[in-house]
């Protein structure tokens, strides 16, 4: 970012693309799927190193899907992993000098916020019915307005906060950087400091949004 | 800052790619591997509880054939003692036997030996008493009747006498 909220684009087949954005995101799967193959290429079963990171990542993940969705949406794992390694990459990524966050274009936070209500929606209807398209209209048909409110503010809310978060996040370190004389760096490493805690909390504040709402949409009603 | 473009298109199709990528990569060889972990953990519980309780048996056996053996022990070790007993007590009477034994010979012996030197003594008297009597009679009796006469009298003296003699 050489000037603060100007994003260079490419045309590509009639479309235009934020080229950074594009790239940083492919640096990311890339590392996400480095650290994976690292950690998984000899699998132990009396695990070391990175290993015991990913995989201390997946199986907290599980549980978490598992006590929130239930069984049946066991399936919907690897998705929320996947959610949690990329997000968590992305927002660190940004900390490192002379990248971004993919994380800090709203196409990216919506995009993925739009995909998880998406799914919502189609596995709720597949999953559940004409029972998941009546719950909208309960306790009475009125109730509609809100709900329809409700499910367009989720992904709306969903992707400005992690946006919001993680640009905030960005911005201010240029500024530090630029207030601040160099000889003086302590405010920029607490900020910093303070930014990889907020990627952190925001992945995970994301991922963990990202299984409530599908948890509506798959696991059993207790009525 | 905010605009929406087709990025949003294309950030959707890599986030699947990745999620399919890693789901292949890294998800399923790792939840195959907690659930061979997982089955590893088990077997290897049931196999300590199964060795356990071997162990318990084997230990209650082993316990079970000591007491045994003790028994065994004492109940020989009881028989040899009461078999000494007896030994001990058979050879104290054939010993008591004997020793009776002895002295009654000993008592027969005793009273034979008393009973030459009585008769013996008799004889010597006898005839010291017939030299004594025919010194101090001087007339010669006849030899019969003299032998008789002293005879009682030496009977007499036996039977006072000589009889009560401490032997």
Known sequence: ?223 | MIDINATILAQMLNFLILVVVLRAVAYKPIVKMLKDREDTIAASLKKADDDAAKAEAALKEYQDQLANARTKAQDIVDKAEKRAQEDHEAFVQATQKEIAQMKEAAEQQIQRERQQAVEQLKGEMITLSLAAASKIVSKNMDADENEKLIGEFIDQLDKDKIGDMPC
Request: charged share 10%; glycine share 6%; with cysteine.
């Open chain 1, 1 to 223: 970012m050489h000037e603060i909220g100007v994003r260079e684009t490419v045309q590509f087949a009639g479309l235009t693309f934020n080229e950074e954005t594009l790239i940083m995101t492919w640096i990311t799967m890339a590392i996400v799927i480095l650290i994976a193959f690292l950690a998984t290429r000899s699998l132990k079963m009396v695990p070391t190193g990175a290993q015991n990171i990913v995989e201390a990542i997946i199986v907290w993940l599980r549980e978490q899907v598992a006590t929130n969705l239930g069984p049946k949406g066991d399936f919907l794992c690897p998705l929320i992993v996947t959610l949690f390694l990329f997000l968590l990459v992305s927002n660190w990524l940004g900390l490192v000098p002379f990248m971004a966050s993919p994380t800090n274009d709203l196409n990216t936070t919506l995009g993925l916020a739009l995909l998880i209500v998406i799914m919502v929606h189609v596995l709720g209807v597949y999953m559940k019915g004409m029972h998941y398209i009546g719950h909208f209209f309960k306790p009475f048909p009125i109730f509609v307005i809100i709900n329809v409110i409700e499910e367009i503010a989720k992904p709306i809310t969903l992707a400005f906060r992690l946006f919001g978060n993680i640009l905030a996040g960005e911005i201010l370190i240029i500024i530090l950087l630029k207030l601040v004389p160099i000889w003086m760096p302590i405010p920029s490493v607490i900020w910093l400091a303070f930014s990889i805690f907020i990627g952190g909390v925001q992945a995970f504040i994301f991922t963990s949004l990202s299984m409530a709402y599908l948890a509506n949409a798959v696991k059993e009603s207790e009525e």
